[in-house]
């Protein structure tokens, strides 16, 4: 293991180093990653980021993205700068499994894994952690990386803040969620004084949709929409069938479980859809409902208390019946 000393010993010198994050990256992904990258290339450092597949086209705007590559399209270049890393800076995950097929090449490197992160259990294959669940992006977490423990302020640029930024508004929803503390107030007006402008972001990432995502998201609201009164919950379910109708690309269901969750009476919300290879589900819950125990349970996943996602193997129709049935379990919770 690396204590603190020793890490920024190591830092203060030129090193390879890769950042990575988890599959199909969000704002929060591509936000850390980005403003991790642009920190320490002012730093001299030898940086790439690598994602384990693609991301949305609205975060594709953000400074230092036409550096990034995907796994997925360059394999073996991605294996090589993984093999000949001294660093791999792993954000936003804290399980290798996380990043698809990258993970086994993470967990043979060499390289000194820097874990930084915000989600519970982590697994340990990390040599550094700055971790805390209490954060509400990773992309703080990055800031407090980069000012409180390395000491370089003056070093969150323009770019570096923007970054910072996006990650911490779109896993804030916007800072209405419950982790967004004074401290994340502190710490966006900071960035906003070091450059990143706050409304132009906001119109980058959510005011940049095509018609087919909003056809495709009325399609969700009016015809796969399903109300359970009786236990204060919503549920949006979509087939393979639906995402090739609407053409919906990458990204294009983000966000889309929060329109079920704004009902004033419904403290638990679904979206579940089908995609290739497995039926994936995001939920989002209010207050103390605790929605990472369900998938985790349940459906192989994880996350935070009031946003978690996991998967099936099943089909479409046996999930959804599946989630029904576990309903009841928290029936208490629901209603009270």
Same mark, same amino acid.
């Given at each position: 293991?690396?204590?603190?000393? /020793? ?41 790439? +980021? ?17 550096? %990034? ?39 043979? /490197? ?41 000491? @370089? ?54 005011? /940049? ?17 399903? +109300? ?44 579940? %859809? ?20 369900? +998938? ?14 996991? @998967? ?25």
């Amino acid at each position: 293991m690396l204590d603190l000393a /020793s890490l920024k010993e190591l830092l203060a010198q030129p090193q390879k180093i890769v950042i990575t994050t988890h599959h199909k990256p969000d704002g929060d992904a591509m936000g850390s990653s980005l403003g991790l990258y642009n920190y320490l290339i002012q730093q001299g450092h030898h940086a790439k +980021v690598i994602t384990p597949t693609d991301y949305p086209d609205f975060l594709s705007w953000m400074p230092g993205n036409e550096e %990034v590559i995907i796994y997925t399209e360059q394999q073996e270049r991605s294996a090589a700068l993984i093999a000949d890393a001294d660093i791999v800076f792993c954000l936003d995950f804290n399980a290798l499994g996380r990043i698809n097929q990258m993970g086994e090449l993470v967990g043979a /490197s060499s390289a000194y894994k820097i874990m930084i992160d915000h989600h519970l259990e982590p697994e340990d294959f990390d040599d550094y952690r700055h971790w805390n669940i209490n954060a509400c992006a990773t992309a703080q977490l990055i800031y407090d990386f980069i000012v409180n423990e390395l000491h @370089h302020p003056e070093l969150v640029n323009k770019d570096v803040a923007t970054c910072l930024y996006t990650g911490i508004m779109t896993d804030s929803a916007s800072f209405r969620l419950p982790n967004t503390t004074s401290t994340v107030h502190r710490i966006v007006a900071d960035l906003i004084d070091a450059g990143a402008v706050n409304w132009r972001i906001h119109e980058l990432v959510y005011n /940049s949709a095509s018609e087919g995502r909003l056809r495709f998201l009325g399609h969700c609201l009016a015809n796969c929409l399903e +109300v359970l009164p009786e236990y204060n919950t919503a549920i949006i379910a979509v087939n393979k069938a639906d995402l090739e109708k609407y053409d919906v690309d990458t990204g294009d269901t983000e966000g889309i479980v929060n329109y079920a969750l704004s009902m004033g009476n419904i403290r638990l919300a679904a979206f579940i %859809v089908e995609r290739r290879d497995k039926v994936k589900l995001s939920l989002r819950s209010k207050g103390e409902f605790p929605a990472n125990e369900i +998938v985790k349970k349940y459906f192989s996943g994880g996350g935070h208390r009031n946003a978690a996602g996991g @998967h099936s193997e099943d089909s479409l129709e046996q999930v959804i019946q599946q989630f029904k049935l576990i309903l009841p379990e928290y029936k208490k919770l629901l209603i009270q």
